[in-house]
C-alpha cells in the first residue's frame, strides 16, 4: 500500500524526516568532528587528522579502561545468558507457581532507577570488597542484562515444538541430551544475539560503572564521564565514533543471527 | 502484576520436574536478591534508621524548599520530557506502521540504531552540539539570528532536549507495536463508510493506538524520573535533579542517610507508578520491536 501523495502525506512526511534529523544527526556530526586538526572542539572541524585516533589507542589509561570494559562485557554476556537461558528453560517447560514472582522481579531491574541500584551496590560492595573488582562489576551488570536476554530466550524457546523433545526422550534421551542435542541447536542464534545485546548494554553501560569504579579500575563509560566533564577533549568524537560503528556491527551481528534462526 | 501476555510463557510438552524447575531457577533468583533486592532493601533501612530510628531524613526531602524543588524540578523535566516524546514520536509511528519496503528499513534503523548506542555518545554529541562555539550557536549567528553566542550547556533546555533525543525511542516503539495491530480492514471499513482519511484516523486509529501512547509515555516518564548521566553533565549544578542531588550527597557532602532517602522517595514512587500502570506497561512488545 502506497500513500498517496496528497498534502497531508506531504507535511506528515516533512515532519518525520525532520524527527529522524533530530535522532541521528547529532549521532553522525561526532564522526567528521573526530577528524579536526583543531585541539579544541569547533564546527566545522578543519583538516583531516587521525591523531586522535592515535591518541586514544597511545594511551595507557584509555586502553585500561578499554580493556577492563571489554572483560566485564564479555564475562556478563556470559552469565547473563547463561542464568537468563536457564531461568526461561524452567518456566517454559516447568509448572512453576513463581510465575508471578519471577515477571515482577524480572522487570524489576527495568523499572528502578539505574541511581537506586548503583547507590546501593556502591554501599553493598563496599562492604564486601566487591566494589571496583571485575566480579563486582560482572554481576551489577548482569542483573542489569537479564531481563533482555530473558525476553529473548522466551520468544525463542516458544517457537521450539515441545515435541521435539518429547520425542527426543521418548527415544531414551535424558531431559539433559534432549536440551543439549534438539532444542540448544535450535536456539542458538537467539541465544547468541541475546549475549551480543547484553555485551553492548554492559560495554556501554555508564550509572552503575560510575559508582562502583574505584580510582585505579575505571570502565571505559566511566573516564568518558570524566572526559566529558572536565575538559571535553576531541578524543571523545574519535572514541564516540568507534562506539558508534561496534553498535552498528551488534546490531548487523544480531540481525544476520535472526534471519538465521527464521530459517529451518 | 501481568508485564507480558498471559500465554507468553508457552507451556506444553514434557513437564520439569519441581525440583529441576527450582535448580535451574536457583541462579536467577540468587543473584536478583544478592545483587538487586538487598542492595535495595539495606538503603531503604539506613533512610529510616540512621542516624536513629526516624523519618527525619524523608522529613528534610519533603520539607526543606531547596529539596522540594529539586523534587519538583524533576518531575517537571520528565513531564517535559514524555510530552515532546510524544509529539515528536507519533508522527514517526505512525509513519513507520505504513511504510513497506526501504523506507520502512530506514525508519527502523534511525530509531534502533540510537537505542543500541551509548547514552554517553549521545551525551557528548550534544555537550559538543551546545558549546559556546559550536554548531547550534554558529548556525544561528551566521543565520544573522543572534549576534552573541547564547548559553545552551548547563542549562534545563539542554537536559531536557538531550533526555527528549535519548529517549524518543522508548515512545515510537510502543506505539508502532500499537499501530501495527490495528488490522487494515479497520481503516479500509472506515473509507467505505465514507469516512474521510482525517476522521478515520481520529476515530479509529488515534483510540486503538492510544495503549501504546500510554505503554510509551509510562516508560519515558518512569525512565526520565531517574536518568542521571545526562542531567550530571549537560545540567546546571544551581539546577539539579534528584539523580544528581543523590550523587552530590554520596559523593562530596558523605550524608548517607540522606542520599538514602532520596533514593526511597524515587524507588518507592517509581514502582508504585508501575504497579499501578502494570497492566499497560507491555515489556514483551518493546524487547520484540528493540530487537
Known amino acids: 500500500m502506497k500513500p498517496p501523495a496528497d498534502k497531508g502525506s506531504l507535511a506528515l512526511g516533512a515532519?518525520?524526516?525532520?524527527?529522524?534529523?533530530?535522532?541521528?544527526?547529532?549521532?553522525?556530526?561526532?564522526?567528521?568532528?573526530?577528524?579536526?586538526?583543531n585541539d579544541y572542539l569547533a564546527f566545522p572541524p578543519s583538516g583531516f587528522t587521525l591523531k586522535w585516533y592515535a591518541e586514544y589507542f597511545d594511551s595507557r589509561q584509555w586502553r585500561a579502561a578499554t580493556w577492563l570494559s571489554l572483560q566485564v562485557a564479555f564475562l556478563t554476556a556470559i552469565c547473563a545468558?547463561?542464568?537468563?537461558?536457564?531461568?526461561?528453560?524452567?518456566?517454559?517447560?516447568?509448572?512453576?507457581?513463581?510465575?508471578?514472582?519471577?515477571?515482577?522481579?524480572?522487570?524489576?531491574?527495568?523499572?528502578?532507577?539505574?541511581i537506586a541500584i548503583a547507590v546501593g551496590l556502591y554501599l553493598f560492595f563496599q562492604t564486601i570488597g566487591l566494589s571496583g573488582t571485575i566480579p563486582g562489576f560482572v554481576l551489577a551488570h548482569t542483573v542489569l542484562t537479564l531481563p533482555f536476554?530473558?525476553?529473548?530466550?522466551?520468544?525463542?524457546?516458544?517457537?521450539?515444538?515441545?515435541?521435539?523433545?518429547?520425542?527426543?526422550?521418548?527415544?531414551?534421551?535424558?531431559?539433559?541430551?534432549?536440551?543439549?542435542?534438539?532444542?540448544?541447536?535450535?536456539?542458538?542464534?537467539?541465544?547468541?544475539?541475546?549475549?551480543?545485546?547484553?555485551?553492548?548494554?554492559?560495554?556501554?553501560?555508564?550509572?552503575?560503572?560510575?559508582?562502583?569504579?574505584?580510582?585505579r579500575q575505571k570502565t571505559l563509560p566511566r573516564r568518558m564521564f570524566e572526559d566529558i566533564e572536565q575538559n571535553l577533549t576531541p578524543i571523545i568524537p574519535a572514541i564516540a565514533t568507534l562506539l558508534i560503528v561496534l553498535s552498528i556491527a551488534i546490531l548487523l551481528g544480531a540481525h544476520a543471527l535472526r534471519s538465521r534462526s527464521k530459517t529451518p | 502484576m501481568k508485564p507480558v501476555r498471559s500465554d507468553f510463557w508457552h507451556s506444553d510438552g514434557h513437564r520439569l520436574s519441581g525440583l529441576s524447575t527450582l535448580f535451574l531457577l536457583a541462579p536467577f533468583f540468587a543473584v536478583i536478591a544478592f545483587v538487586f533486592i538487598y542492595p535495595i532493601v539495606q538503603l531503604l533501612v539506613i533512610s529510616v534508621t540512621e542516624p536513629h530510628p526516624t523519618l527525619d531524613n524523608y522529613a528534610r526531602v519533603v520539607g526543606n524548599p531547596v529539596y522540594a524543588r529539586v523534587l519538583a524540578r524533576t518531575l517537571w523535566t520528565a513531564t517535559l520530557v514524555t510530552a515532546l516524546s510524544v509529539i515528536l514520536g507519533f508522527p514517526v509511528a505512525y509513519y513507520m506502521s505504513r511504510a513497506r519496503g526501504a523506507v520502512a528499513a530506514l525508519v527502523a534503523v534511525c530509531v534502533i540504531l540510537p537505542l543500541w548506542s551509548s547514552v554517553l555518545v549521545r551525551t557528548?554529541?550534544?555537550?559538543?552540539?551546545?558549546?559556546?562555539?559550536?554548531?547550534?550557536?554558529?548556525?544561528?549567528?551566521?543565520?544573522?539570528?543572534?549576534?552573541?553566542?547564547?548559553?545552551?550547556?548547563?542549562?534545563?533546555?539542554?537536559?531536557?532536549?538531550?533526555?527528549?533525543?535519548?529517549?524518543?525511542?522508548?515512545?515510537?516503539?510502543?506505539?508502532?507495536?500499537?499501530?501495527?495491530?490495528?488490522?487494515?480492514?479497520?481503516?479500509?471499513?472506515?473509507?467505505?463508510?465514507?469516512?474521510?482519511?482525517?476522521?478515520?484516523?481520529?476515530?479509529?486509529?488515534?483510540?486503538?493506538?492510544?495503549?501504546?501512547?500510554?505503554?510509551?509515555?509510562?516508560?519515558?516518564?518512569?525512565?526520565?524520573?531517574?536518568?542521571?548521566?545526562?542531567?550530571?553533565?549537560?545540567?546546571?549544578?544551581?539546577?539539579?535533579?534528584?539523580?544528581?542531588?543523590?550523587?552530590?550527597q554520596i559523593r562530596e557532602v558523605l550524608d548517607w542517610p540522606f542520599a538514602a532517602a532520596l533514593v526511597g522517595v524515587l524507588t518507592l514512587f517509581v514502582t508504585l507508578l508501575a504497579v499501578i500502570f502494570s497492566k499497560t506497561l507491555r515489556f514483551d512488545r518493546l524487547m520484540g520491536a528493540a530487537s
Open chain 1, 149 to 215: 536476554v530473558v525476553f529473548t530466550m522466551a520468544a525463542a524457546l516458544g517457537k521450539v515444538d515441545a515435541n521435539l523433545e518429547a520425542a527426543a526422550m521418548s527415544c531414551g534421551a535424558t531431559r539433559f541430551a534432549a536440551f543439549r542435542y534438539v532444542t540448544l541447536p535450535l536456539i542458538l542464534p537467539s541465544l547468541a544475539s541475546g549475549a551480543l545485546f547484553a555485551f553492548i548494554i554492559s560495554f556501554d553501560e555508564p550509572v552503575v560503572s560510575f559508582f562502583l569504579s574505584g580510582v
Open chain 1, 81 to 114: 545468558s547463561v542464568i537468563g537461558t536457564a531461568a526461561t528453560y524452567a518456566m517454559v517447560r516447568g509448572r512453576s507457581r513463581l510465575v508471578t514472582l519471577f515477571q515482577v522481579l524480572l522487570i524489576g531491574p527495568i523499572i528502578v532507577p539505574h
Open chain 2, 124 to 248: 557528548a554529541a550534544w555537550s559538543i552540539l551546545f558549546q559556546r562555539n559550536g554548531l547550534i550557536n554558529s548556525a544561528l549567528m551566521g543565520l544573522g539570528l543572534t549576534s552573541q553566542p547564547f548559553k545552551l550547556l548547563y542549562t534545563q533546555s539542554a537536559v531536557v532536549i538531550a533526555m527528549t533525543h535519548v529517549l524518543l525511542p522508548f515512545m515510537i516503539l510502543p506505539i508502532y507495536g500499537a499501530l501495527r495491530s490495528i488490522p487494515n480492514d479497520y481503516t479500509r471499513a472506515a473509507a467505505v463508510l465514507g469516512a474521510t482519511r482525517w476522521r478515520t484516523f481520529i476515530e479509529v486509529i488515534l483510540p486503538l493506538s492510544l495503549p501504546g501512547v500510554v505503554s510509551g509515555s509510562l516508560l519515558v516518564f518512569l525512565t526520565a524520573l531517574g536518568f542521571f548521566i545526562t542531567p550530571a553533565l549537560l545540567g546546571s549544578p544551581q539546577e539539579m535533579m534528584v539523580s544528581t542531588l543523590v550523587s552530590q
Open chain 1, 15 to 37: 515532519c518525520v524526516y525532520a524527527v529522524l534529523a533530530f535522532i541521528i544527526v547529532p549521532l553522525v556530526i561526532v564522526i567528521p568532528m573526530s577528524f579536526g586538526q
